[in-house]
């Protein structure tokens, strides 16, 4: 194979049979190398096609910088989520999870670490993308040395969630403007506007989005709650009369009908963003 471009010792850009773009990886791969020269097949321990080129040209200026057993471990991350989630996944979290994984390695070199307060929303959510991002931190720890703090296994969920929700149909696209709709209903509702800056409001669009993804997926919380949503309802009367106000919308827009547990979960957010006004 001719090389195109050197990225690095370990990292060149050659082309396949059929003209696509192939990163090829491997220790040493490129030492003493020019464009135009061939590559020894045997030195090649890793092959990345991707057919996006925005997204090729993202990855390929990540593998400049980023350590090759980083990029390894974050493929082997990802080929986890793939099985574990038995979902498709958007290119785009070659660059996202590398990215995240090298630049969470040099900030834990720094002594910074950062905490992730919707962990627990995101592992009620999403358990799946919850459970890989918790393998993953074991996958770095074991391969990398780098023994990293539980929030990570949020971070890292949400990238495979981020990537399942860019597949197709224009579903990121719908689910922002189910998002703006919902917010619009709250903020007329109690006519005022939102510290956009809050952990408060972070954390009500965080779920408003969740909520949105699960009205056009059509998927639903079993109707476990309904004991506690009576209680909320006598407690938090107005937050809970908001709560049906969303209700209404999603059902006379998306045909999409609430359970107790979602509307729970809207009343207590909707407590939480709403309860200093």
């Known amino acids: 194979m001719i090389i195109k471009r050197v990225l690095n010792n370990n990292t060149v850009i050659s082309s396949n049979s059929k003209g696509l773009d192939v990163l090829l990886m491997g220790k040493g791969i490129a030492f003493g190398k020019k464009k135009g020269e061939d590559v020894e097949i045997?030195?090649?321990?890793?092959?990345?096609?991707?057919?996006?080129?925005?997204?090729?040209?993202?990855?390929?200026?990540?593998?400049?910088?980023?350590?090759m057993e980083q990029i390894l471990v974050s493929e082997k991350i990802i080929?986890?989520?793939?099985?574990?989630?038995?979902?498709?996944?958007?290119?785009?979290?070659?660059?996202?999870?590398?990215?995240h994984v090298h630049s969470t390695i040099e900030r834990y070199k720094e002594g910074i670490i950062l905490k992730n307060p919707l962990r627990w929303d995101i592992a009620r959510f999403y358990p799946d993308e919850y459970a890989v991002g918790e393998k993953a931190i074991e996958i770095i720890r074991n391969e990398l040395n780098v023994s990293l703090e539980i929030d990570e296994a949020a971070f890292i969920a949400t990238h495979f969630v981020n990537a399942e929700l860019t597949q197709g149909n224009g579903l990121a696209y719908d689910i922002a403007e189910i998002t703006k709709q919902?917010?619009?209903?709250?903020?007329?509702?109690?006519?005022?506007?939102?510290?956009?800056?809050?952990?408060?409001?972070?954390?009500?669009?965080?779920?408003?989005?969740?909520?949105?993804?699960?009205?056009?997926?059509?998927d639903h919380y079993d109707d476990a709650d309904a004991e506690l949503l009576e209680t909320l309802k006598k407690k938090y009367h107005n937050e809970y009369q908001c709560a049906l106000k969303i209700k209404a919308f999603v059902e006379a827009e998306y045909r999409y009908d609430l359970s107790s547990t979602e509307l729970l979960y809207l009343t207590a957010h909707i407590r939480r963003i709403t309860k200093n006004l």
């Open 42 to 67: 045997e030195t090649v321990e890793k092959t990345f096609i991707l057919h996006d080129k925005a997204t090729q040209s993202r990855f390929t200026e990540l593998m400049i910088d980023v350590p």
């Open 79 to 99: 080929n986890f989520g793939k099985i574990k989630l038995g979902k498709s996944l958007n290119e785009i979290i070659y660059v996202n999870l590398t990215d």
């Open 182 to 218: 919902i917010e619009k209903i709250v903020k007329d509702y109690y006519r005022t506007e939102f510290d956009e800056t809050s952990l408060d409001y972070y954390r009500f669009i965080t779920h408003v989005k969740f909520f949105s993804q699960r009205v056009l997926m059509g």
